[in-house]
């Protein structure tokens, strides 16, 4: 074989590679447009809600994917509502909302929005990594924001978080990692600590969240007036506190040698954590309530990339199973 057909069998392999992604490129694309160009298939609304709802992001294989929605508290499956933000995490309360953004070019870029009652942007923060959780206190005094630095998952080894709360539309209480840190009634200094998944307390000083650090979670109870976070139970990630502020909902580790989260509630009075064992899937989230009883949280559909569905769980009865409660749907808060 000579040197001049090999280089004319390279440069024809090359043209049936190039030929062959290129169609694949355009098939791909068009595929795309056929699912992002059509209407949502779930009912619509076009008036937002005003009383007590549920705000989400929209997960609908649709024109309307990442858009945030909102549904009446007393009809959750009913037609939706949407704004004209997009949203990869977001939380609302009574007066104001919070939206986590990954901008996606050339260099992606993260950004958390501060949004007031009628969704107009009061405050635009950059963020130094993925979004990943964020909270509004009970008043929407306090913005909370927990981002990765480096990583894509908790289940990652080496991952680093930064988790900032402010003021709504104003400064910042900087990265929680700088408060002083007590676990098991002692000061610690570890270099390797993260926090993330804030919740909020109603006297706009505590606040619950988690630490990680040498191979261990925690939750915390944290006062921002003291600049402080102190253990109150080992393995406990993410917590959510409930409306009249008794229970914490959060996911605990139930994998031997592997990770498996679990949901779980603590009662604060008692110091009793309850195993939610009627849902046994594994739930990566940060639960919301839906009421004194009932947490939500979103789970990834199997048999479909990028669609999500908010489940409602049962707290008083701990092998009770979950039920659907808002199809195409991710990132609960429910506003009461």
Not at 49 to 70: C, E, K, S, W
Not at 151 to 167: A, K, N, P
């Amino acid at each position: 074989m000579t040197t001049r057909f090999r280089l004319a069998a390279f440069v024809a392999l090359v043209v049936v590679v190039a030929g062959a992604a290129t169609a694949y490129a355009v098939h791909d694309r068009r595929q795309y447009e056929a699912v992002h160009t059509r209407p949502p298939s779930v009912p619509t609304a076009t008036a937002l809600p005003t009383g007590p709802r549920i705000v989400f992001q929209h997960t609908g294989l649709d024109n309307h994917y990442g858009m945030v929605a909102m549904v009446p508290l007393s009809d959750p499956g009913g037609p939706r509502s949407f704004t004209e933000q997009a949203c990869d995490r977001v939380y609302a309360s009574a007066t104001n909302q919070t939206c986590l953004q990954i901008q996606r070019g050339v260099t992606t870029s993260y950004t958390m929005l501060q949004l007031n009652r009628d969704w107009d942007v009061v405050e635009r923060d950059p963020l130094p990594g993925i979004p990943s959780r964020t909270r509004i206190s009970h008043d929407g005094s306090l913005v909370a924001d927990t981002t990765f630095v480096s990583g894509h998952s908790y289940m990652q080894v080496g991952f680093s978080t930064d988790t900032e709360i402010r003021h709504f539309g104003g400064s910042s209480y900087g990265n929680l990692e700088k408060f002083t840190l007590v676990i098991d009634g002692r000061e610690v200094h570890p270099l390797d600590r993260n926090v993330w998944g804030v919740t909020f307390a109603r006297d706009d000083d505590t606040f619950y969240a988690t630490v990680g650090t040498g191979g261990h979670t925690y939750l915390v109870k944290g006062s921002l007036r003291a600049r402080t976070l102190t253990s109150v139970r080992e393995n406990a990630e993410c917590p959510s506190l409930s409306p009249d502020g008794s229970h914490i909902a959060y996911k605990v580790n139930v994998g031997h040698g592997q990770t498996f989260w679990t949901p779980a509630v603590l009662d604060l009075r008692t110091g009793v954590q309850t195993l939610l064992t009627g849902e046994t899937r594994n739930i990566d989230d940060q639960m919301e309530w839906l009421d004194d009883h009932t947490i939500l949280y979103g789970v990834p559909r199997s048999d479909q990339a990028g669609v999500d569905d908010v489940w409602a769980l049962r707290t008083t009865t701990p092998d009770a199973p979950p039920r659907l409660l808002i199809k195409d749907a991710w990132s609960p808060a429910v506003v009461r």
